[in-house]
């Protein structure tokens, strides 16, 4: 069993940054692959970065060139460092965790708001 949870959310204004963490239990974090998604009202939820446990990563094209997703298997957290947000980054953020193998499992954080808005 993994627990996930999500901080740095909060309200930004339009051009800002925030930096959202996400800390997991469990001893084996490093295998991982770690995820941030997002749900705004109304649709579904989609996947924002990724991060595999050997450090690569992919990006939904809304977001490259301003997020960068990152780990610190040290400290058993994913980092999602948005910069250049913009109002339709608005949305719940949740973190993901998948177990490798044939046959991963997937956890999910409570998630933490973000709104960006003047």
């Known amino acids: 069993q993994v627990q996930l949870v999500e901080s740095g959310g909060g309200l930004v204004q339009p051009g800002g940054s925030l930096r959202l963490s996400c800390a997991a239990s469990?001893?084996?974090?490093?295998?991982?692959?770690m995820g941030w998604y997002r749900q705004a009202p109304g649709k579904q939820r989609e996947l924002v970065a990724a991060?595999?446990?050997?450090?690569?990563?992919n990006y939904a094209d809304s977001v490259k060139g301003r997020f960068t997703i990152s780990r610190d298997n040290a400290k058993n957290t994913v980092y999602l460092q948005m910069n250049s947000l913009k109002p339709e980054d608005t949305a719940v953020y949740y973190c993901?965790?998948?177990?490798?193998?044939?046959?991963?499992?997937?956890?999910w954080g409570q998630g933490t708001q973000v709104t960006v808005s003047s």
């Open positions: 469990g001893s084996i974090f490093s295998i991982y692959a």
């Open positions: 991060i595999t446990s050997g450090g690569s990563t």
């Open positions: 993901n965790a998948q177990t490798p193998g044939d046959y991963p499992l997937d956890y």
